[in-house]
């Protein structure tokens, strides 16, 4: 892919400095921090070093990267990395891609209480798929999945929704077998989304009991006797948004997919397409008309503020902007297997237990032994470090 002509660094150089006089009193140190980590970004002030090569003696000075994670220069090698590592995770067994949205008029509660929510959000989502696939209606087995978050949408404004990449099966209660489950439909949608609707809207009124929620600005009103039980109440009444389909390109797709955000931003400097007049445009797919691609044009600073809505406002631990939720897939659901041929089970359960286990690892085994790709070294420039240069 071609070096991009602009970059999100050149919008930073040119306006950064006048957003954060306009926009400080609403954002936090780490915000700035972003910021200047973008624009020094494999630039002389982060040092470098030279390259020579053994053979003909060219040398090539490159400058160090930042390696903060919101640049959209970095993180590459992490992205192979956990793409490998979850590629490598990937089960012999058709897979669905499901998406659990929150509705828009819980956007600005949701920024104000971002890792209060965000983690109801993952907990709330993750149990609603255990609970229906465990009812015997539907699947009647264990399942397991991977989530990633996402807060943003493709036009870069807040938009908080979980992709889920879920086997089309799950373990049998007793731990004995696996249960598949339709190629083509794997739980409601209409169920996923009343269960999911429920239960969030259940813990944000016990957060709220809890006297946890922090209300600003436009949502002070929800403080007043009785108002907060008329927004659950609305909440309650309109459809909440959830997909579940199979993915057309199989488990792999989404994964590549997820890959992009999951060490990296929210646009990449590809989809820049001009910077003139402080006004910025971009690329970008409206999914909610088949995933049209459009081109966006914004003020700088609301291109920053948009880019700057999923970085964390505070220093301590994880924020959830992004992170991976797993449950037991491979190895959980083969010490699973044992424990029930071991433990507490009768022996004829215990040998349809190590029976099912055996067909389980042979079958992954043989899997990953068909589809193997092999790899294919690329030649290289035979360039080696000699010094290092410090601005």
């Keep these: ?64 990267s930042c390696r903060n994670r919101h640049c959209p220069k970095c993180q590459g090698n992490a992205r192979a990395r956990w793409l490998a590592a979850r590629g490598a995770e990937l089960l012999p067994v058709p897979y669905f891609h499901v998406v659990f949205t929150l509705p828009h008029s819980l956007s600005a509660l949701v920024l104000q209480n971002k890792r209060l929510l965000y983690d109801l959000l993952f907990c709330t989502s993750a149990a609603t798929m255990l609970e229906l696939a465990r009812d015997p209606k539907h699947l009647g087995a264990d399942i397991g999945f991977l989530g990633v978050l996402h807060t943003w949408g493709q036009n870069l404004e807040h938009h908080p929704h979980i992709h889920y990449i879920v086997p089309a099966g799950g373990l049998a209660p007793d731990g004995s077998r696996w249960i598949d489950s339709s190629r083509r439909f794997f739980l409601p949608v209409y169920a996923l989304s009343r269960v999911f609707r429920g239960k969030f809207v259940a813990g944000l009124k016990q957060i709220f009991e809890q006297d946890k929620l922090q209300l600003h600005g436009s949502q002070r009103s929800l403080c007043a006797p009785g108002c907060f039980s008329s927004f659950l109440r609305q909440l309650l009444r309109i459809d909440w948004v959830v997909y579940a389909k199979p993915p057309f390109g199989g488990a792999e797709h989404v994964l590549n997919y997820l890959a992009r955000y999951t060490h990296r931003v929210a646009i990449s400097n590809h989809r820049l397409v001009a910077f003139e007049n402080d006004r910025v445009s971009f690329r970008w797919r409206d999914y909610a008309h088949g995933g049209k691609q459009k081109v966006m044009t914004i003020s700088a600073h609301q291109f920053l503020r948009r880019f700057l809505l999923s970085r964390p406002a505070r220093r301590p631990g994880p924020h959830p902007t992004l992170r991976t939720i797993r449950h037991p897939q491979t190895e959980c659901r083969a010490r699973r297997l044992q424990c029930s041929a071991r433990h507490g089970a009768p022996h004829r359960s215990a040998r349809a237990s190590q029976a099912a286990l055996s067909s389980l690892l042979r079958h992954h085994a043989d899997h990953r032994t068909a589809h193997q790709q092999p790899v294919v070294f690329l030649p290289q420039p035979n360039l080696v470090p000699t010094m290092e240069t410090r601005p």
């Design 1 to 64: 892919m071609s070096r991009p002509t602009l970059e999100v660094a050149d919008i930073v150089r040119r306006t950064g400095n006048s957003f954060w006089e306009q926009q400080q009193s609403h954002l936090a140190w780490p915000h700035r921090k972003v910021l200047d980590a973008i624009v020094r970004c494999r630039t002389a002030a982060l040092g470098g070093h030279r390259d020579q090569c053994v053979r003909c003696g060219h040398q090539a000075i490159s400058f160090n």
